[in-house]
């Protein structure tokens, strides 16, 4: 007896295990019902993946969000007041960078998942 990896959950499982006890793989490519169940597991993977990414990406707007009121409040203020903010010197900047590349990266790890598990 050895043991082997799932190839749909990754989850050790014993050679002889005729299915796996975690996702229902089974390794007879003869079992239909075990496959649907792999599929289910698959897609339910698969729409994990993509609710944390979408709340990451919720994360994201926030953190430029928290940058940019304080930023275009201080700017209001200043020309109120008649001195010139300078928006890109603003600390409220640096947020705003952050958060958009942070959201631009989970918008391409969404495209990758998306596309990962079309063609699997
Ligand atoms: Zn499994």
């Known amino acids: 007896m050895a043991l082997v990896k ?44 993509i609710y944390q990414l979408k709340m990451m990406s919720y994360v994201a707007m926030v953190i430029a969000m928290i940058g940019a009121i ?24 640096y947020l705003v960078a952050i958060g958009f590349i942070f959201y631009l990266v989970i918008r391409v790890a969404m495209i990758l998942t998306r596309r990962n598990y079309r063609s699997s």
């Open 6 to 49: 799932c190839p749909v959950c990754r989850t050790k499982m014993s050679s002889l295990a005729p299915v796996c006890p975690k996702c229902g793989f089974s390794h007879d490519k003869e079992a239909k019902i075990d496959r649907e169940q792999a599929d289910l597991y698959r897609k339910r993977r698969f729409s994990q993946r």
């Open 70 to 93: 304080p930023m275009l409040w201080d700017y209001i203020k200043g020309l109120e007041q008649g001195n010139n903010v300078i928006l890109l010197q603003h600390w409220g900047s």
